[in-house]
């Protein structure tokens, strides 16, 4: 079975026991930001987005793999059903989930979705950052992320903005992405 978290658990018996509207189309916003650190001082630290890893000087810290992209669209799955944030359903005191991979994630965020009767209609993504340059990388990580939602790619969007040198998205120091999502009743 599926590892849950206590409180993914307790938000699935909280709907199941509710009588939710049960709409035909669902919205969820999702936001994550990590910092960056240089791998010269930080070895075991990796650039890591949409399960892609990403050569770059710095990489992310984070209880898991850090992937910005991946927590942000967990995030918005989860928030366009109602649910806890990432956080809460797979919190970072949580021994378990120290150095999962964040497919871990959406794949649980995937499963909560099917089983509330929804699929994804449109995702759109963007990614902030000053460094690397993310479009020679897009390609793979929509391949990854169309494979890892079980959609198309007509129904995947990745974009990328630099901050222009400003605060710590700016100066190279994190990570941020935002998501939207709409999800589809079956």
């Known amino acids: 079975g599926a590892r849950r978290s206590p409180a993914a658990r307790g938000a699935v018996r909280a709907r199941a026991g509710s009588k939710s509207m049960q709409l035909p189309f669902r919205v969820g916003h999702g936001f994550d930001l990590h910092r960056l650190e240089l791998v010269s001082e930080m070895p075991e630290l990796k650039l890591i987005l949409g399960g892609v890893e990403i050569a770059h000087d710095r990489g992310c810290v984070a209880h898991s793999d850090g992937d910005v992209l991946l927590h942000c669209v967990v995030d918005a799955i989860t928030g366009a059903l109602g ?9 970072d005191n949580d021994p378990k989930w120290k150095g999962c991979t964040s497919d871990v994630f959406v794949a649980e965020a995937c499963r ?10 449109n995702i759109d ?19 990854n992320l169309c494979k890892m939602l079980g959609c198309d790619e007509s129904a995947v969007n990745v974009k990328a903005k630099t901050h222009e040198k400003v605060d710590s998205l ?7 992405c935002h998501t939207v999502v709409m999800l589809m009743k079956v």
């Open 170 to 176: 700016g100066e190279n120091r994190s990570i941020a």
């Open 83 to 91: 649910l806890p944030d990432i956080g809460q359903l797979f919190p």
């Open 112 to 121: 909560l979705m099917r089983e509330e009767g929804y699929e994804i209609g």
């Open 125 to 143: 993504c963007t990614i902030i950052a000053q460094r690397p340059k993310i479009s020679p990388h897009k390609p793979a990580i929509k391949a």
